[in-house]
Each structure stands twice: as C-alpha cells, then as structure tokens.
T-cell receptor, first 112, second 114 residues
Framework: QKEVEQDPGPLSVPEGAIVSLNCTYS??????FMWYRQYSRKGPELLMY????GNKEDGRFTAQVDKSSKYISLFIRDSQPSDSATYLC????????????FGKGTTLSVSS | SAVISQKPSRDICQRGTSLTIQCQVD?????MFWYRQQPGQSLTLIAT?????????ESGFVIDKFPISRPNLTFSTLTVSNMSPEDSSIYLC???????????FGPGTRLLVL
C-alpha cells in the first residue's frame, strides 16, 4: 500500500461546479497537509496548508483533514476554467526540514 | 514565498552524457531540496542540498548518479550523470520559507534522454 493514494482522474466539470478532490494516507504520523496546484509545464504552487485535523478556508478553496479516517479533501467552489490544472496533495510528519510525501495528482478540467 | 528559477528549463540529451541543472533563489534559505517528477508518478525527493556539507540522499538515489552542490544559501546544482532514457523526467528544486516550514517549488527542468 502506497503511503498516499490519490485518484489521478481526469476529472471534468462544467464552470460553476463544486469540485471535491481527495487523498487517503496510511501513515498516522502525518500532521501537516498541503495542496499544490500545478499548471502544465509549471512547478507546483502551494494552495493550502493545514495542520492536524479540521477545516481551512481561503476564498473559493476549502481544505479538510480527517485524521481519524486518514483522509484529506480540497473543495473548490464556483469552479472556473482557470482552475484547470493538476492538484497534488502532500503531507509530512514534521513541520520542516523533511521530505513531503506526495500523491500522484488529480487532473481537473473545468469547461466554460 | 520565494522566487525560484531553474536553468535550463528543458533539454534533450543523449544517453551516457551528463546534465547540470541550476536552481537560484531570490533570498537566503536554509533548506533546499531536489525532487523528481516522472510521468504518472508522484513527486519523489532525491536529496536535501546542505550548504557547506554533502547532500543527504533518499533511498534509491546515490551521489555518483546525482551529485549535488550547494555553495551558498541561494544557489544549488543537481547533475544527472551517465544518463539513460529512464532519467527522462521533470527535475524540481524546492525551498523552505517561513516559520510554518512550507515548501515552494521552482518551475522545473524537463529532461528527455534519447
């Protein structure tokens, strides 16, 4: 079993839809959870950073962490064509100075 | 955050040759990492580039294949040595910025080995 599982998609939605992206993980030591967005031919861009369980909201984006289920989610409200990208979940057991463990990424396409 | 640049942005190389990738950051950072992103695979850490000492390599990566230099707190290089088609990948550097320990990535170097 891989440490982090993420459905690669592709996921296609119409503009304005609510998008749900998810990752599961096996290592209960993970405490720091991140979502990165990667446009084609670009490096990953940090979207959301959360510590432990709970929700965090930033504009149209909401990150949820359920440590009891080892499950994290990213919700995108009112999706836009500019949200079309690959979304990578990443996590670590310590705050800094260590490798991030990534999912494979989910490719999202939002059509106008 | 930080502004990170990488050179070259892409390259096509012949097997058996070596390529050196540069990573430049616009501010001094303590921690810098090199990752590989192969098609259909997760980003995988190659090594931590330590300033003033040898890099720390992850399991499956060795210094002879991926020598790394870190001469100062704003610059690092990764060399992919004796390349084979299996080395075709995107190579990314990242840095840790701020008290939360968040990692920021460069734009990547796209390497194709023929």
């Amino acid at each position: 079993q891989k440490e982090v599982e993420q459905d690669p998609g592709p996921l296609s939605v119409p503009e304005g839809a609510i998008v749900s992206l998810n990752c599961t993980y096996s290592n209960s030591a993970f405490q720091y959870f991140m979502w990165y967005r990667q446009y084609s031919r670009k490096g990953p861009e940090l979207l959301m950073y959360t510590y432990s369980s709970g929700n965090k909201e930033d504009g149209r984006f909401t990150a949820q962490v359920d440590k009891s289920s080892k499950y994290i989610s990213l919700f995108i409200r009112d999706s836009q064509p500019s949200d079309s990208a690959t979304y990578l979940c990443a996590m670590s057991a310590v705050q800094a100075g260590t490798a991030l463990i990534f999912g494979k990424g989910t490719t999202l396409s939002v059509s106008s | 955050s930080a502004v990170i640049s990488q050179k070259p942005s892409r390259d096509i190389c012949q097997r058996g040759t070596s390529l050196t990738i540069q990573c430049q950051v616009d501010s001094q950072v303590t921690m810098m990492f090199w990752y590989r992103q192969q098609p259909g695979q997760s980003l995988t850490l190659i090594a931590t580039a330590n300033q003033g000492s040898e890099a720390t390599y992850e399991s499956g990566f060795v210094i002879d294949k991926f020598p790394i230099s870190r001469p100062n707190l704003t610059f690092s290089t990764l060399t992919v040595s004796n390349m084979s088609p299996e080395d075709s990948s995107i190579y990314l550097c990242s840095v840790v910025v701020g008290t939360l320990g968040t990692q920021y990535f460069g734009p990547g170097t796209r390497l194709l080995v023929l």
